[in-house]
């Protein structure tokens, strides 16, 4: 069955410094994968997604993942923290059985301080 | 329409009442996805409606929640005799079709149930 850990719950950076959000997935065939983010009291919005094409994926907003088979990884980075940045983060999986379904890690709450 | 409308945003329900709540997709997207935010977790799959197919429903935790989508396109989703426990943002998603990953999907805004 597939499943993605998210490694922190909570992750408090200042503005401008780098973003690192960690996920990790388990699946035993090769996975489409997301990041969607979701600002208070706002929908869910995808930021980046891998289909198996390139392993780095570029996202909205100036995000990036990486999809590394070898460590089972695909971590959300930013080179720059921006206020606006700060909201809450989902890693996801797609289902294997092909209907579409989502996995969804428990998220991680990215703080950007002043 | 231009996004996914989920109505009604909030709901207060007192326990052991039944609510509804709506789901109208974007028009043409023939997958329909229902998701549960429980306070401070991920998503909770909940049922799966492509076309005229049978439903997924292997994510509805109990069988007071049903679900519906007339004519293939708006959905209701029912929850019957409500508990303490449904407390949470109830999200509908919809795709262009069963291949989401390739396709996408668009989430709604949510419904915020609150039963009391």
């Known amino acids: 069955a597939q499943s993605v850990t998210q490694l922190d719950s909570h992750v408090s950076v200042s503005e401008g410094t780098p973003v690192l959000l960690r996920c990790n997935y388990s699946?035993?065939?090769?996975?489409?994968l997301f990041w969607y983010v979701q600002h208070p009291n706002k929908g869910l919005q995808l930021l980046l997604k891998?289909?198996?094409?390139?392993?780095l994926v570029k996202g909205i907003n100036g995000f990036e993942a990486e999809f590394k088979k070898s460590e089972t990884s695909f971590h959300l980075t930013k080179p720059s923290a921006h206020m606006s940045d700060a909201a809450e983060y989902f890693c996801?999986?797609?289902?294997?059985?092909?209907?579409?379904?989502?996995?969804f890690g428990q998220g991680t709450t990215l703080q950007v301080k002043p | 329409g231009a996004g996914v409308s989920q109505s009604p945003s909030n709901k207060v329900t007192e326990k052991g009442k039944d609510v509804e709540l709506r789901c109208d997709p974007i028009?043409?997207?023939?997958?329909l996805y229902w998701y549960r935010q429980s306070l401070g977790q991920g998503l909770e799959f909940l049922i799966y409606f492509q076309g005229n197919s049978a439903p997924d429903k292997s994510g509805l935790p109990s069988d007071r929640f049903s679900a519906e989508r007339t004519g293939g396109s708006v959905s209701t989703l029912t929850i019957q005799r409500t508990q303490q426990e449904d407390s949470a943002v109830y999200l509908c998603a919809s795709s262009l079709g069963s291949a989401g990953s390739f396709y996408g999907y668009t989430f709604g805004s949510g419904t915020r149930l609150t039963v009391v």
């Open positions: 028009s043409g997207h023939t997958a």
């Open positions: 996801v999986v797609s289902d294997s059985s092909n209907t579409g379904k989502l996995i």
């Open positions: 699946s035993s065939y090769s996975p489409s």
């Open positions: 891998y289909t198996s094409a390139a392993t």
